[in-house]
């Protein structure tokens, strides 16, 4: 009875608006924290500055979502859900905002083609979240493409982990004749960085997986 009700009640339509500007801000955040692997100083420097203000734009769509779940009767689909899918969106572009924070900590200018591949992974899941937020609206119909998204982040998620291994072995291999350990542990702590971002994103595909399966 209680389920037949709600189907009848209004839904505050006002959640998929403000998932879609974080998924925005999140898509913006991993184009410039790629766009800082390219290299450069100016570049590393302006592009820090995008993630950052990103962060700062998500962190406010953020609140605003977690506000609206304690005032409203009725939402699209469970309290946990709504919370769990913007938190794992925002932990997602709150560890891009890491990762440039320690590129700029430790002065790096330079990058290796496995960190630029890496982060070429992170906007393809940026860009697949922000598809796959789009379509929650429309959960019944869209539920198979959703599922489908979902599926994708997690096969990215396996590809960073190869790059990463592959490209912290390079690394080591290289400054180990060079004998330069902090070269070494700088580059270590980038792509430790980057692999948590991907993963972060597999947090978002496995919450999204969870509403198909509950919702549908």
């Known amino acids: 009875m209680m389920r037949w009700f709600q189907a009848l009640m ?3 339509e006002r959640f998929f608006e403000l998932f879609a500007r974080h998924s925005k801000a999140v898509h913006a955040g991993a184009v410039a924290l790629r766009a800082m692997l390219e290299g450069g100083q100016a570049a590393v420097a302006s592009n820090c500055k995008t993630v950052m203000d990103r962060e ?6 953020t609140r ?3 506000i609206a779940v304690r005032r409203t009767f009725i939402t699209p689909f469970d309290r946990s ?3 769990d899918l913007i938190t794992s969106m ?3 572009i709150d560890q891009m905002q890491k990762t440039a924070k320690t590129i700029m900590l430790f002065d790096q200018t330079e990058f290796t083609p ?22 929650l609206q ?4 869209e539920s198979a493409r959703i599922a489908s998204i ?6 990215l998620e396996g590809q960073a982990d190869e790059k990463h291994d592959t490209g912290l072995r390079e690394l080591y291999r290289a400054n180990a004749k060079a004998g330069s350990g902090l070269t070494f542990f700088v580059g270590a702590e980038i792509y430790d960085h980057l692999e948590k971002v991907v993963d972060r994103f597999d947090d978002v595909a496995n919450v999204m997986h969870g509403i198909v399966i509950e919702h549908v």
């Open 81 to 83: 859900n709504i919370r």
């Open 90 to 92: 925002d932990n997602a």
């Open 150 to 155: 979902t599926e994708q982040l997690s096969a």
């Open 114 to 135: 496995h960190m630029r591949e890496m982060a070429d992974i992170i906007v393809k899941c940026a860009h697949l979240v922000e598809e796959g937020v789009s379509l």
């Open 138 to 141: 429309s959960l019944n119909t």
């Open 10 to 12: 209004p839904k505050e």
């Open 64 to 66: 605003e979502v977690l």
């Open 56 to 61: 700062n734009d998500a962190d406010h769509a």
